[in-house]
């Protein structure tokens, strides 16, 4: 199963307001890797962070809703071949959570690994495993460093860090 988290505008277009110039060196790879899911059958999940109700206070409706898009890149191969998952905050919520849980068990009862793509490694990515490690504890969670980004290098490192000490699979 592929976990493709927060593969928007925000983060991968230089026009977003969160932009990583580190996502440059990892969208590629991330595509690839969506294509490989899809080449297998393998289900794709993916979040979408909607921004929250405050946010609307200092920026134009344009420019939220341009953060919001899925980036280009990946926009077709996720909206036809993956699930999306909304969230305003760091993780999925506790219902989307469930609904996972419903859905997916079988392929987690079956030894379907989960790996984890997107950004921010040290924000929603580390969020994310979190939720979903406490959704199927007994998952084999994996996280390729090379298909991961964030705006900071150091936090970056940290992150994997902590989730290599937390029964993450690092790979890459």
């Known amino acids: 199963m592929l ?15 969160g932009y990583a110039k580190w ?33 609307h206070e200092n920026r134009s409706e344009e420019s939220i809703r341009f953060d919001e898009a899925i980036y280009p890149q990946f926009r077709e191969l996720l909206e036809t071949h993956g699930e999306e998952y909304t969230k305003t905050f760091y993780g999925i919520p506790p219902d ?10 079988e392929d987690v009862d079956n030894n379907r690994p989960i790996e984890f793509v ?25 996280l390729n460093k090379r298909l991961v980004a964030s705006t900071s290098d150091k936090l970056h490192d940290m992150s994997i860090e902590v989730l290599s000490n937390m029964n993450v699979t690092i790979t890459g």
């Open 3 to 17: 976990v493709a988290i927060d593969l928007q505008n925000d983060i991968f277009d230089d026009r977003g307001s």
């Open 23 to 55: 996502t440059e060196r990892v969208k590629d790879g991330i595509e690839e890797r969506i294509k490989k899911a899809v080449e297998k059958d393998e289900p794709i999940i993916y979040t979408r962070n909607l921004y929250p109700e405050f946010e």
């Open 96 to 105: 989307e959570a469930k609904s996972l849980l419903e859905k997916y068990r």
């Open 118 to 142: 997107g950004a921010e490694t040290n924000i929603c990515i580390l969020a994310n495993i979190m939720v979903i490690q406490n959704v199927f504890p007994q998952a084999e969670i994996i």
